[in-house]
């Protein structure tokens, strides 16, 4: 009996206290719960988004509000400090930056609809209380970041010169270098984005950026070592023509001097471009698509050729290099090194040695050299030889004839016939005079070309015409020549006996 009587105060007891918290929570309560219209999807009284009060709002309200103070601050001007303490000035916005954390409102009007309802209201009374700041987060462009670092911010740097070496008289002339100062565009980039939203925030929009000093890459004492010959070649260009001559000379010119740090690549194109005359170059015959015609600079490939075959020999790292649609003949079969600015042809090389290396490039008596001057690493034992292997060779079986009725009769131009091949350059390595090893270097493909000749047939004399025609029926180049010939003998004659005028002596031959 006693035990239902405790049980019954006990259920009594605890209905009480239950009124009377509800008594006391029922506004609390009725603001709060679920379902209930006066505060449904409100944010809590004491809510901030980035130091914006939004109590009371809805999570749309919240999110036109921080929206509203976003484009507020973005119109900010912006102050980066630079080399030197000077300073580049900017509207914020043009760093491209977002708002990138929307989804904190969503959190922020969360907490209305977390737990039963005393949970809530406990959960709302403590933030009131002590508040809550939900941090905005802003993200960049980073290429827009950086395009102002490079472009603006470095604007004040003092540029870093590295020692140059020259050689006057067969004298190596070094120049000393300068230190530099300059921002740390990479580390700016970083510094940019990690604080400037902050800074804008608090009132202060200033970064200063980090200015790094900027060392020569090489002191005077690397360059003073510099005085080995690790590789040297020649080429002859002694049956090139005019133009062609003024080409190789121009290209080697433009090489010579070229001084490569370790690591640093060097690339042909980039040295000799663009071909054009105000960069002295002049119309030669060069090959495209197995064709030999004129263009500005004409016959360069026999400058990338000769600095190939040194570098081989110097055994710096080759990283690009093509053989010619046909065989040349100023090098071996696959010792070639063609380039090509419409056909994405290039010479590159990386200087893999832990010295400097320099270029020297002359011309003298229609010769090509250049010499590749370094710190000569290699035992006086070691000695490399490069060799040419034939793998196939293919001979055009018939000769071409182009009828051109733009060109007059007598006019025959030729271009001589080129054997395919596939071959194979080694390079064969000596210790103490002995072989101790090969390697392939490259293999190569050539394309056959049989001999061509463009013939003219352009005449008002049928009986020219007849007989050149007959010439090129042949198939034979030598008998269109002889019949040229023979027409501008008949056509001579004629002339003295004057009865039609002489035509120009237009028979020729291409050598590319």
């Known amino acids: 009996m006693k035990k239902i009587m405790l049980r019954t105060a006990v259920i009594v007891l605890t209905a009480v206290l239950l009124a009377i918290a509800c008594a006391f929570l029922d506004k609390g309560i009725r603001i709060y719960a679920a379902g209930s219209e006066e505060g449904e999807g409100r944010i809590f009284d004491g809510v901030q988004i980035g130091g914006i009060d939004v109590s009371g709002m809805t999570a749309e309200e919240a999110h036109e509000a921080v929206e509203t103070r976003l484009n507020e601050l973005f119109q900010t001007e912006i102050t980066l400090i630079t080399t030197g303490g000077n300073e580049v000035k900017m509207p914020f916005f043009e760093l491209a930056p977002v708002w990138s954390n929307p989804g904190i409102v969503d959190e922020a009007a969360s907490y209305t609809s977390v ?19 939900f941090q905005i987060e802003v993200g960049y462009d980073e290429g827009v970041v950086r395009s102002v670092v490079d472009e603006k911010c470095t604007a004040f740097d003092t540029p870093m010169e590295n020692p140059t070496l020259s050689r006057n008289n067969g004298e190596f002339v ?13 580390q700016a980039v970083y510094k940019i984005q990690d604080e400037l939203f902050a800074n804008v925030v608090a009132g202060n929009p200033v970064v200063e950026l980090p200015v790094v000093n900027k060392k020569p890459q090489a002191a005077s004492e690397d360059l003073a070592k510099v005085k080995d010959v690790l590789g040297s070649f020649t080429t002859s260009f002694t049956s090139s023509g005019a133009n062609r001559s003024k080409n190789v000379a121009n290209g080697c010119r433009l090489i010579n001097g ?13 040295k000799i471009q663009p071909f054009s005359e105000a960069n002295g170059y002049y119309l030669a015959g060069s090959y495209l698509q197995g064709q030999v015609v004129e263009s500005l600079g004409g016959g360069i490939c026999q400058v990338s050729s000769t600095l190939y075959n040194a570098v081989l020999r110097a055994e710096l790292q080759v990283t690009e290099r093509h053989n010619h649609s046909m065989i040349v003949g100023y090098v071996d079969k696959s010792a070639d090194a063609a380039i090509a600015e419409s056909g994405g042809k290039n010479f590159r090389f990386v200087n893999n040695t832990d010295y400097p290396i320099y270029i020297e490039g002359y011309t003298q008596d229609k010769h090509i050299t250049f010499k590749i001057y370094g710190v000569e690493t ?3 034992s070691h000695k490399v030889e490069f060799k040419s292997e034939v793998i196939e060779e293919k001979v055009p079986d ?3 004839i182009v009828p ?20 194979k350059l080694w390079k064969i390595i000596y210790e103490n005079g002995t072989e101790t090893g090969r390697e392939v270097v490259n293999s190569s493909t050539y394309n056959p070309a049989p001999r061509t000749a463009v013939v003219g047939i352009g005449s008002t004399d049928p009986g020219y015409v007849n007989m050149m025609n007959a010439a090129i029926a042949t198939g034979s180049i030598d008998v269109c020549k002889a019949t040229a ?17 002489t035509p120009p002596p237009t028979t020729g031959s291409i050598d590319p």
């Open 404 to 423: 051109a009725a733009d060109y007059p009769i007598g006019y025959v131009s030729t271009q001589g016939m080129h054997i395919g091949y596939k071959a």
């Open 378 to 380: 290699r035992p006086s």
């Open 115 to 133: 737990g039963n309802v005393i949970e809530r209201y406990k959960m709302h009374k403590d933030i009131e209380h002590n508040g809550m700041n």
């Open 258 to 270: 070229t001084l490569l740090y370790p690591g640093e690549e060097f690339s042909a194109l980039d």
């Open 174 to 186: 070094i120049t000393e270098g300068k230190e530099g100062y300059g921002v740390d565009s990479e």
């Open 485 to 501: 010939s023979q027409i501008q003998a008949q056509a001579a004659l004629a002339a003295l006996q004057g009865t039609v005028p």
């Open 398 to 400: 018939k000769e071409v």
